[in-house]
């Protein structure tokens, strides 16, 4: 079965520090997402993705973040100036050949990202 | 601020027997509906989702669908230790439709 693939599986950088974690989402899919999880707390919405643009993002997706489909398979999440608080598992998920409305969800394996 | 409520947890239940897993969401305009489960450490798994009002079955898993009362639930019947794991109830939000709102999670632990 497909899947949404993420690298690193674990990221550790230092306060200040720029990073950028990989994903590749499931070949056929349109619309591409990022999630994060902050230890034993909910998985949060960062921004959507569809049509080479970003069609929605959060509050929590400020000017530090930024995402870019660089090429036909890729999609990365960049953070420009590492803040502690950054420190979280990241989910990348893709979904829908169509609507995005009522297609579910697939997951990649996530990145655990450490801001030390 | 659109929220989706579980309980917590554990949810302990024998081997067999059938786990049943809530959540409410403040969202009435919301479609569309996702359970996932999440093991410790592990990314969201997609079980179930479910669109319509009633009950959707796929193999031991069951999702029930009130929106008039905005409430979602999964039966897991003839629960297993490997069922062990935290479910995640997501609704989509209805202004924003690429955004999951996600609850808290359920963790469910099923003893042999």
């Known amino acids: 079965e497909p899947e949404v693939t993420q690298t690193p599986s674990h990221q550790v950088t230092q306060m200040g520090q720029e990073v950028i974690l990989r994903c590749v989402p499931i070949?056929?899919?349109?619309?591409f997402y990022w999630y994060r999880q902050i230890l034993g707390q909910k998985v949060e919405f960062l921004v959507s993705?569809?049509?080479?643009?970003?069609?929605?993002k959060s509050e929590i997706f400020d000017d530090q973040f930024s995402v870019e489909r660089p090429d036909g398979s890729n999609f990365t999440l960049k953070i420009r100036s590492t803040k502690l608080e950054d420190s979280a598992m990241y989910f990348c998920?893709?979904?829908?050949?169509?609507?995005?409305?009522?297609?579910?969800?697939?997951f990649g394996n996530g990145t655990r990202l450490t801001v030390t | 601020q659109k929220e989706v409520e579980q309980n917590s947890g554990p949810l302990s239940v024998p081997e067999g027997a059938i786990a049943s897993l809530n959540c409410t969401y403040s969202?009435?305009?919301?479609?569309?509906f996702f359970w996932y489960r999440q093991y410790s450490g592990k990314s969201p798994e997609l079980i179930m989702f479910?669109?319509?009002?009633g009950d959707k079955e796929d193999g031991r898993f069951t999702a029930q669908l009130n929106k008039a009362s905005q409430y979602v639930s999964l039966l897991i019947r003839d629960s297993q230790p490997s069922d062990s794991a935290t479910y995640l109830c997501?609704?989509?939000?209805?202004?924003?439709?690429?955004?999951?709102?996600f609850g808290t999670g359920t963790r469910l632990q099923v003893f042999p």
């Open positions: 997501a609704v989509k939000d209805s202004t924003n439709t690429d955004k999951l709102i």
């Open positions: 070949s056929n899919h349109l619309y």
């Open positions: 479910i669109y319509s009002n």
């Open positions: 969202d009435r305009g919301s479609q569309s």
């Open positions: 998920a893709s979904s829908g050949t169509s609507s995005s409305y009522n297609s579910p969800l697939h």
């Open positions: 993705f569809y049509n080479n643009e970003i069609s929605e």
